[in-house]
Each structure stands twice: as C-alpha cells, then as structure tokens.
T-cell receptor, first 119, second 116 residues
Framework: DGGITQSPKYLFRKEGQNVTLSCEQNLNHDAMYWYRQDPGQGLRLIYY???????QKGDIAEGYSVSREKKESFPLTVTSAQKNPTAFYLC??????????????????FGPGTRLTVL | AQKITQTQPGMFVQEKEAVTLDCTYDTSDPSYGLFWYKQPSSGEMIFLIY????DQQNATEGRYSLNFQKARKSANLVISASQLGDSAMYFCAMREGSRSNYQLIWGAGTKLIIKP
C-alpha cells in the first residue's frame, strides 16, 4: 500500500544538538516538502524538492537543512542554529503516481508527522 | 495581505447537520488551484478536495463539496450530514500559477466540533 512514512513519531532533543527527521514515500512522487506547524497555527514551508539532488528554501529555512539523494527519501536536519525548534513537523509529497489517486499532480499527500521537543 | 483567509477560528455544529467552512483567497493569477485538508487530533493532514480555477463545475467528493464562487474569490467547503468523526481542524490552501509552481499558501484553519 502506497504512502508516506515519517519517523520517529516523537523526538526529544537537548539544546545544542542536531537531529534528523526521516521522511520516506513509495508513491513515486517527484516533489517532496517539509512543513512546520506551531500550536493553533497553519503550515509554514521549510524546504521543498522538485527532483532528486535539487531543493529550494521555503519561507522559514534558517536553522534547517535537507538532502535529496534518492527519489523516495527527503530527510530534514534541525540544527542547533534553529532558535525555537519545538514544533510539529510534516512531510508531504506530490506528483504523478501509479494508481492515479490524486485529482491533480500538485495535490500534496502528507505523512503522520513528527513532534519535536527541545528539552 | 493575507492570500488565504479563513474567518471562522472555530465552529460548533450539531451531528447530521450540513456545515459550511469559509475560505476566501486573493490572487491576480488566472491559473490557480484550491485545496481543502482535514487535520484530526492525531496530526496527519488528509486531502479532501481540489478545485482548479478553470474547472467549470464545483468539485465534489462524497460528503464534501466545494462551493466555488470565482468572482467573489471564495472556495467554501460544504460537508453534508456531518458526523462525529468530522471533528477536526480544516485548512484551505492555494497554489498560484501553473502546476510547475509547487508551493501552497495555507490558511490559518478552522476548528470544527460536531456535537452529538
């Protein structure tokens, strides 16, 4: 069954540490995204990638880094430079897929999210 | 200026009643797409329905329909015969320009609570 997985579900980090959040998809989508969501608020785009080995900064990229070495994987590293990293992080993907689930190729499908807490 | 506005921070609705969640948008691009997502307390964002700016008919998907009024720049989500499981946050989002633009602009959301 196709979908997007994120791990871990909960993550605790000490101040000054870098942590990496995993995002994997088996939908054969070209584009992948990372969003941050703070309590009671909407989504803000951190980074996105349209193809392998390429990615662009979103609205709040400072303190984060990504890589896109494989089509199915788009890990996000929260660095110690991120001043307030405690938040809910959502990964998404979009594009043509086998099975034709989406109404359009730009429909984004999301993983279950990772809750990051800085201790 | 806000590109996507959801004016209802929260709503209470009786079970089995219809619900309309408001969304207005602002764009000067003739080509755009509008999306609605549901976020239950578990956190996952669930895609509900999509409307393209050139689509002649309002989108429908099961109990969900999109009341698309282009001249008013509104794209309200209608949920018919609400159920307890519809209690969640609902977000409206817009893609401006062509489909090669991958970014979505998100509204602040509406919290819907269905009362038994």
């Amino acid at each position: 069954d196709g979908g997007i997985t994120q791990s871990p579900k909960y993550l605790f980090r000490k101040e000054g540490q870098n942590v990496t959040l995993s995002c994997e998809q088996n939908l054969n989508h070209d584009a992948m995204y990372w969003y941050r969501q703070d309590p009671g608020q909407g989504l803000r785009l951190i980074y996105y990638s349209q193809i392998v080995n390429d990615f662009q900064k979103g609205d709040i990229a400072e303190g984060y880094s990504v890589s896109r070495e494989k089509k199915e994987s788009f890990p996000l590293t929260v660095t110690s430079a991120q001043k307030n990293p405690t938040a809910f992080y959502l990964c998404a993907s979009s594009g043509w897929e086998t099975g034709g689930r989406s109404a359009s190729t730009d429909t984004q499908y999301f993983g279950p999210g990772t809750r990051l807490t800085v201790l | 200026a806000q590109k996507i506005t959801q004016t209802q921070p929260g709503m209470f609705v009786q079970e089995k009643e219809a619900v309309t969640l408001d969304c207005t948008y602002d764009t000067s691009d003739p080509s755009y797409g509008l999306f609605w997502y549901k976020q239950p307390s578990s956190g996952e964002m669930i895609f509900l329905i999509y409307q393209g700016s050139y689509d002649q008919q309002n989108a429908t998907e099961g109990r969900y329909s999109l009341n698309f009024q282009k001249a008013r720049k509104s794209a309200n989500l209608v949920i018919s015969a609400s159920q307890l499981g519809d209690s969640a946050m609902y977000f409206c989002a817009m893609r401006e320009g062509s489909r090669s633009n991958y970014q979505l602009i998100w509204g602040a959301g509406t919290k819907l609570i269905i009362k038994p």
